[in-house]
């Protein structure tokens, strides 16, 4: 079984960027919403991250920064069990979430991906859906039947998206008469109307925009209050412009992603403590 | 006139760039010839392929239109020498044929199909073999088959029978044609159900066989028309009947049979018939056919 869910603590705006002078790197108080502890991700036996422990804290934005095949998809997708439907792979370390850890035997994985939500890099609505039964799909997966429930939850959902105003009046037409920033707000409504604790995203803007990019940057920063995101991004501007905290990663000699640096935003862009981490957020390399 | 900086017939690349353009412009006319020859072998190929199929829906059209009126499809095939008659009861066969083993063919092959789109263990190796061996083994085969197993078992021709030898041609194309259809449904959309918490057979039924429906109606339709034109393997389960019979425990007529019968009778009235019935056979199969594509068009732009 797994733990009843804690109320998430109502959170006050401190942690933001500082000035270059004191960079604030503050430990943020209470216990990590999630904590990985030497999670390593191997392919058939090749290892494809290595050994990654860092903590991630309620209602902030944790940015997985590096160069491609540095292993940030493949650390994220961990962190809600997407490797278990591959068969090579294996995943080793601890993942708590909530202090349980998501790999016990007891853990069952459906039931944590309800509560670990994903947002993928191409938007994925269910083409042979409404956009309403896209926005209470994950309900209905979950068994929830309550016609007031879900109606409920989706316009919540799709209110937290921004996307409630221009869908309200069409709730029945399909999904793809929607634009593509549209439809990746749609996956976010989807993903959000589930309630879940974390929301990971995977590049949730690369296949998108400049416009459409920024509405979702801006959505992802107001959204921190409701859910604590984890997002993979090689966009720099990016991660400097929504996070709160970074985690650097790069490619080891034998191609493993390791984690060079983790600490609050302000501090891995203007001092972070490893050269590498120096060259590759003033865009040496990567 | 000005005077070049350096000797262009001394650059090597110049004088190679001018060779190869001299070979291009003088094998140009040849080159052309090549290519008008080429194309016309093709346009041959294309006659001498479509040529006869043309050949045999107009031969079959011409000869099976006069067979058609009102008799042809309301009465049961009349003894020689009787005016009259017609295939009611080899429509009615087929229909009840067609019926029984997309009844009970279609559920198993889709699930079936579903279970090869999502397994790539050893089991969904060997069902996916045994598939295709099935799908090209001779349907005379399958007759027989259905004549040890069923007709000698129930002590008789019946419907049913040829339902089960029907339903074993069509089983293995529904369960490819499933598959293919399953397998087509982009990964991203399983895996957005999976994030959301859906568990496998969830993810099947709510996303996965919903997007490959337009895949999957054209299967079944395209394997119902394969069975409804097989004879070899009725001629062994149903026998034929020359009189109207419902009760698919009895043995009937069929489209199929019919041709082949009446066509080898030395009787023009029973000849006319086969020709009316094989025409009615090519209509319901092209219409079958086309029709699956149709729809699966229609289905597949309202997606969008």
Redesign the interface.
Known sequence: MIDPIPAVPHLEEGAGPGTAEELPDPEPAGDPVMSLQGVTVAFAGRKAVRDVSFDVHVGEITALIGPSGSGKTTLLRAL?R?HD?VRTASVTGTVLLDGTDIYAPTTDP??????V??V?Q?P?????MSIYENAV??L???GVRKKALLDEAAESALVAAVLWDSVRDRLNA?A?TLSGGEQQRL?IA??LA?EPEVL?MDEPTSALDPIATKRIEELVGELKHRVTIIIVTHNMQQAMRVSDRCAFLLMGEDKAGELIEFGSTAKLFSEPSDPRTLDYVNGRFG | MTTLAFDPSADPNLVRRRKIQNVAAASLGRRKVYSRIAIGICWVSLALAIVPLVAVIAYVVAKGLPAWNIDFFTQSTTPEGIPGGGVWNAIVGTVEIGVIATAVTVPIGLLCGLFLAESDGRIAESVRFTADVMTGMPSITIGIFGYIAIVRNTGGYSALAGAFAIGFIMLPVIMRAGETAIRGVPHQLSEAALALGARRATIARRVVVPAAMPGIITGVLLAVARGLGETAPLLLTIFGNQYLKWNPTKPIEALPLAIYNNSSQPYADLIQIAWGAALLLMVVVLVLSIGSRVLATVLQRERR
Do not use: I
């Not at chain 1, 459906?110 to 509560?115: D, Y």
């Open positions: 809600n997407m439907t459906t039931l944590l991906r309800s509560r939500g994903m993928f191409r994925n609505p269910f083409p042979t799909a994950g209905r997966f979950n399909h793809s996956c989807r993903a589930v990971l």
